[in-house]
């Protein structure tokens, strides 16, 4: 079975410092995206980055980064100047067959001031 | 452009009633999915439709079905609801997998 896994069920940093969200995936996919969502206390889920696989290039998006190594079928989450805001729970997602997404378990990140 | 709607918000039901959920994708969004999301289970996949087609569906019993219609929006029903339906249901669209996914702000079914 494919599968998604967060092997960090919680995470703290201190406000202004830098954490790394960790996922490995394993899919049977060749060409696919991966994607990491924020969901806050309002249980909004919130896309904070994708990655294309067939890139070699890690996504960023300002404060968020990636650092993808598909070999390894690793797909970690760099959150740099970490602020309050950031405090929520934190899935990726990798596909699994056709039409279908598998998320992680997630990680729970709190921003201590 | 307006997100992902999904109505109702919340949702309290007694057990062996039965519920419908709507969602209504962003514009343009042709893939529509639906997830369970519970403490215990995480979020599990329930079944995608695109263009009125069911293309997959997760490991849900018949009890779980839905419905896409012309203009993209989406129903999800359960049947005979049992306690442990209790849930936040997701609704995600997309212009077509593998896209990105945008989720909308989920309905919470409490089942008494």
């Known amino acids: 079975a494919q599968t998604v896994t967060q092997s960090q069920p919680e995470m703290s940093v201190q406000e202004a410092e830098t954490v790394t969200l960790s996922c490995t995936y394993d899919t049977s996919e060749s060409d696919y995206y991966l994607f990491w969502y924020k969901q806050p206390p309002s249980r909004q889920m919130i896309l904070v980055i994708r990655q294309e696989a067939y890139k070699q290039q890690n996504a960023t998006e300002n404060r968020f980064s990636v650092n993808f190594q598909k070999a390894a079928k690793s797909f970690s989450l760099k959150i740099s100047d970490s602020q309050l805001g950031d405090a929520a729970m934190y899935f990726c997602?990798?596909?699994?067959?056709?039409?279908?997404?598998?998320f992680g378990t997630g990680t729970r990140l709190k921003v201590l001031a | 452009k307006a997100g992902v709607t999904q109505t109702p918000r919340y949702l309290i039901k007694t057990r062996g009633q039965q519920v419908t959920l709507s969602c209504s994708p962003i514009?343009?969004?042709?893939?529509v999915s639906w997830y369970q999301q519970t403490p215990g289970q995480g979020l599990q996949f329930l079944f995608e439709?695109?263009?009125?087609?069911?293309?997959n569906k997760g490991n849900f019993p018949g009890r779980f079905s839905g419905r896409q219609f012309s203009n993209s929006r989406s129903e999800m029903n359960v049947s005979t609801l049992e306690l442990g339906d209790s849930a936040l249901y997701l609704c995600?669209?997309?212009?077509?997998?593998?896209?990105?996914?945008?989720f909308g702000p989920g309905t919470r079914l409490t089942v008494l």
């Open positions: 439709y695109f263009s009125e087609t069911q293309r």
């Open positions: 997602a990798s596909p699994a067959g056709t039409y279908k997404y598998i």
């Open positions: 514009s343009g969004h042709r893939s």
């Open positions: 995600a669209s997309s212009l077509a997998f593998p896209d990105t996914q945008y």
